[in-house]
C-alpha cells in the first residue's frame, strides 16, 4: 500500500474502545404507498479516535443516519449506543448533555447557522455550552481568538459580522473553530466539502484532520466520494440503498472490495492509488 497517498495523520491512532455502536438501526419515513425505509436496519461499530467514512450515493440514507446519530430524528427501530451505554436522550437536559460529547457539520454551512445571530455570539455560545459562562470576558475573546487562528480567520474582523457576509469556505471554517471550541468526542461531518471550492476543500480537510489530532476527537465523515474517504479514513462503510454492503479498513475495503456496488463507486474514481490531486478534481468538475 503506498503510504504517499494517504496522509500521516491517521496512522498509529487506531482506538480499540468503541464510541458509537449501533443495532439494527432502521429509519422509515411516511406510511402506505408514501412509505420509505430510508435506513434499513444497519449494524455499526464506530472506535474511538478513528476516522471512519460513510459512503454512498445520493439517497442512500447517510444524512438521516447522520440525523438519527446526532439525535435531530427519531430512530424508528433499533438501538443506538453511545460511549459504552445505551444511548438515552429522551428529556431535554439529557439531549443537552449528548451534545456536549457529539456535534455535527453539515453540507451547507448556510444553514448551520442562525442567521440573526452575529458570529461572536456563534462562538460565545459555544464557550457557554462548554460550562464557560463565568469567564471573564478577556478569557473568552482570547479564547475565540484562538479557535478563529485555528482555521485562519482574523477574530477581529469577524466580530460585528453575520455568517452570511462570509464565504462558503469561511463559513465552513468558522464551523470548525465552534468544533474547536466545543471540543466533542465526536464530530459527524455530513458532506462538509462539497459546497465549496476544490482549495478551500482541501484546506478543511486538513483542518479537520488537524483538530482530530489536536483534541481527540473521532470523525465520522459522510461522503459520496469514495475517493475522497479513501484519502481521509481508517475505516470504511459502504452503504447503498438504506443498508451497508460492506465495512473495514479503508485498504481492504477500497483496495480489494468485496461487493459489486462498492466496485461501481470505485470506477468512478480512475486513479485512486496516486496522490490525492484536489485540482484535477476541481477542472473534472468544471469539464461536467
Ligand atoms: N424528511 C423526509 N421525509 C421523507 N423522506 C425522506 C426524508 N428525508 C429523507 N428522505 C428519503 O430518505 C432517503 C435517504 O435520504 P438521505 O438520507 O438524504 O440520503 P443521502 O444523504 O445519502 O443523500 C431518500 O429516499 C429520501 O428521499
Ligand atoms: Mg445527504
Redesign the pocket.
Known amino acids: 500500500m503506498p503510504d504517499a497517498t494517504r496522509d500521516g495523520a491517521r496512522d498509529g491512532t487506531r482506538g480499540s474502545e468503541l464510541c458509537l455502536s449501533g443495532k439494527g438501526v432502521t429509519?422509515v419515513?411516511?406510511i402506505g404507498a408514501?412509505r420509505?425505509v430510508?435506513?434499513d436496519h444497519v449494524d455499526f461499530d464506530f472506535r474511538k479516535g478513528e476516522v471512519i467514512s460513510i459512503v454512498?450515493?445520493?439517497?442512500?440514507?447517510?444524512?438521516?443516519?447522520?440525523?438519527m446519530l446526532l439525535g435531530l430524528?427519531s430512530v424508528t427501530e433499533g438501538d443506538v449506543f453511545f460511549m459504552g451505554g445505551r444511548r438515552d436522550i429522551s428529556t431535554r437536559r439529557l439531549k443537552t448533555e449528548y451534545w456536549r460529547g457529539i456535534q455535527a457539520i453539515f453540507q451547507d454551512p448556510f444553514s448551520s447557522y442562525n442567521i440573526f445571530h452575529k458570529i461572536d455570539a456563534v462562538l460565545l455560545d459555544c464557550i457557554n455550552m462548554r460550562g464557560g459562562k463565568n469567564l471573564p470576558k478577556e478569557k473568552k475573546t482570547e479564547m475565540m481568538s484562538e479557535a478563529c487562528g485555528f482555521v485562519n480567520l482574523e477574530f477581529k474582523e469577524l466580530t460585528n459580522k453575520y455568517p452570511f457576509e462570509l464565504s462558503g469556505g469561511q463559513m465552513q471554517r468558522l464551523m470548525i473553530a465552534r468544533i474547536f471550541l466545543l471540543q466533542p468526542k465526536i464530530l459527524l461531518a455530513?458532506?462538509p466539502t462539497s459546497m465549496i471550492d476544490a482549495c478551500s476543500r482541501a484546506t478543511i480537510l486538513d483542518m479537520l484532520l488537524n483538530l482530530r489530532e489536536e483534541i481527540g476527537m473521532t470523525i465520522i465523515f459522510?461522503t459520496?466520494d469514495i475517493g475522497l474517504a479513501y484519502y481521509v479514513s481508517d475505516t470504511v462503510y459502504i452503504?447503498e440503498k438504506?443498508r451497508f454492503v460492506e465495512f473495514g479498513g479503508a485498504d481492504d475495503v477500497i483496495l480489494r472490495p468485496s461487493a459489486e456496488y462498492t466496485r461501481r463507486l470505485i470506477q468512478d474514481v480512475p486513479k485512486i492509488h496516486e496522490p490525492w490531486d484536489f485540482t484535477k478534481r476541481a477542472s473534472k468538475a468544471l469539464a461536467r
Open positions: 429509519k419515513f411516511g408514501r420509505t430510508a435506513v454512498g450515493e445520493s439517497g442512500s440514507g447517510k444524512t438521516t443516519l447522520v440525523k430524528t455530513d458532506e459522510v459520496h452503504m438504506g
